[in-house]
């Protein structure tokens, strides 16, 4: 499917998406694990990621049982009970899909724009290959297809950070702590790139 | 007790504080409600408080079951098995206080920092007694003491948002629609005053 971009009045073309990635990504020991999805985050993300204005969320996840349980979700809110009780709700899980890894993900995106997006990642880690949020904010407020990863569990793992075009920078205070949790990371990054303030 | 305020190293004195407020809000028919106290609003938001640098977040609730609930997930991130599985949920939340009401707490937060701070409301709906972030943010990294409130449910009550210093803008973005949760409003907000990006 070729997607023209998200368009609304008074408001730019833009072609923007995240990933939500439960594999491959690292336990607090360092070790590479599978975590599982939370209800939340779907909840959350997908609501910032509508209020902000990307095209998809992307969850991530190679279980079957995870993937079943991503779909009750959707299901419930879409078109069981939940479809009802909140359309607010429908509305923003309309924009979550489910993959199985990111080589699905990184040829749907590809289809989907016609063109490899830029691939960035967030850490809470300072990496070499950091690309700055004014820059970042500039090339998808000017239309250009980004898809922007986030890790669960204790972050992606290096060698998927390796892979991709670049980083965010770490999101800091003065509290001398970084430890957000995904669905704050999500929402803060969504507004330094398309916030309006 | 009399607070001297957040300073670390290589920062400014901040006085900010945070209110998760569950009683008096909306349900979604406009009726006055108390909320439920949610786990995930306690961790996400204080986790976000402790990476930005405020000094406590009160999670205002007039129920004794709702209060209790709050103290035994304190107890088991503090001193519990959540103390030693995670030290970092045990540092987040210890900045979290419980309050009966918005009378105790703006007694609370007036004899902590020995004047009534200036307090501001979020709601997703404009308001004509607006204060912009970029004003509140230089109040802020200047030391005046703030509390910011944040409403559960549909929203704190018309009676409450008339009664404060002035309203924080809504969130927007490019996707037309402003259906935040709170915890992704409360990352958002404090990014907005106390970020370093």
């Not at 008074?10 to 590479?32: I, M, S």
């Not at 009750?72 to 924009?95: C, E, F, M, V």
């Not at 995106?109 to 490899?116: A, F, G, I, L």
Request: proline letters at 6%; glycine letters at 8%; one cysteine or more.
């Amino acid at each position: 499917m070729i997607q023209e971009g998200v368009q609304c009045p008074d408001q730019p073309v833009l072609r923007l998406d995240l990933a939500l990635v439960h594999y491959p990504v690292c336990n607090k020991h360092g070790e590479t694990i599978g975590s599982a999805v939370t209800n939340l985050d779907l909840h959350d993300i997908a609501r910032a990621g509508r209020t902000f204005g990307i095209d998809t969320l992307y969850i991530v996840t190679p279980f079957a049982d995870q993937q079943a349980m991503v779909r009750d979700i959707l299901d419930h809110w879409q078109t069981g009970h939940g479809a009802t009780y909140n359309p607010k709700r429908k509305d923003a899980l309309s924009l979550v899909r489910i993959c199985q890894d990111l080589a699905e993900l990184y040829a749907l995106v590809e289809e989907k724009w016609q063109r490899r997006p830029t691939i960035l990642a967030t850490s809470a880690k300072p990496n070499a290959n950091q690309l700055g949020y004014a820059q970042a904010r500039q090339r998808i407020l000017a239309g250009e297809p980004h898809l922007i990863l986030f890790g669960t569990g204790w972050g992606m793992t290096p060698e998927v950070l390796a892979d991709v075009d670049g980083l965010l920078p770490p999101i800091i205070g003065y509290g001398g702590y970084n430890h957000l949790s995904v669905r704050s990371a999500a929402a803060i990054v969504l507004d330094r790139v398309l916030g309006k303030s």
